[in-house]
T-cell receptor, first 114, second 112 residues
Framework: NAGVTQTPKFQVLKTGQSMTLQCAQD?????MSWYRQDPGMGLRLIHY???????DQGEVPNGYNVSRSTTEDFPLRLLSAAPSQTSVYFC?????????????FGPGTRLTVL | TQLLEQSPQFLSIQEGENLTVYCNSS?????LQWYRQEPGEGPVLLVT?????EVKKLKRLTFQFGDARKDSSLHITAAQPGDTGLYLC????????????FGQGTTLQVKP
């Protein structure tokens, strides 16, 4: 099992550019989430999904879009990048039938917006 | 305002010392988790506590969930350089939502 994979590992964008951060998991987990991590702020939930075709907003959803067409993939789209979106982005998945949701995290994507 | 407040935010100690990290909230959580993160990697789960007053031990690490399920602590005995990293607490407000709220993290440095 590869677990949770994320691409790219690093990305530099100019203000206004768009891009998609890829996330895939091979553990057949229903739940998937996107977080951003900024210094001194822990991880903040951007969007999450409880299954294919179902997504919902987290704590900081503005400027980001998601879709979930398959169980395995959960891409995060930046529509028009802004310097405030400079951050490290983590994708995570968890097992839906668990009483407590242990999150399995990917290695992260470090994004810089100039 | 952070729903889960961790303290301290930074801790630098000598090998062999003991330490405690706190995770506090005014809200009740159905469960609390502790993660450890190393530079350049994603967080990895250490433990989950679900019952008020619960204590779990993982070798030199002791985790406790408060009786009212609003706070938790992580105690490390005889810290080692390998314990260095970022420690994050995370809570689920309602069970089976899959939505975790994270504290801001505690950066621990253990010097040999």
């Amino acid at each position: 099992n590869a677990g949770v994979t994320q691409t790219p590992k690093f990305q530099v964008l100019k203000t206004g550019q768009s891009m998609t951060l890829q996330c895939a998991q091979d553990m057949n987990h229903e739940y998937m989430s996107w977080y951003r991590q900024d210094p001194g702020m822990g991880l903040r939930l951007i969007h999450y999904s409880v299954g294919a075709g179902i997504t919902d907003q987290g704590e900081v959803p503005n400027g980001y879009n998601v879709s979930r067409s398959t169980t395995e993939d959960f891409p995060l789209r930046l529509l028009s990048a802004a310097p405030s979106q400079t951050s490290v982005y983590f994708c995570a998945s968890s097992y839906s039938m668990a009483v407590v949701h242990e999150q399995f995290f990917g290695p992260g994507t470090r994004l810089t917006v100039l | 305002t952070q729903l889960l407040e961790q303290s301290p935010q930074f801790l630098s100690i000598q090998e062999g010392e003991n330490l405690t990290v706190y995770c506090n909230s005014s809200s009740v959580f159905s469960s609390l988790q502790w993660y450890r993160q190393e530079p350049g990697e994603g967080p990895v789960l250490l433990v989950t506590v679900v019952t008020g007053g619960e204590v779990k031990k993982l070798k030199r690490l002791t985790f406790q969930f408060g009786d009212a399920r609003k706070d938790s602590s992580l105690h490390i005995t005889a810290a080692q350089p390998g314990d260095t990293g970022l420690y994050l607490c995370a809570g689920e407000r309602s069970s089976n939502t899959g939505k975790l709220i994270f504290g801001q993290g505690t950066t621990l440095q253990v010097k040999p």
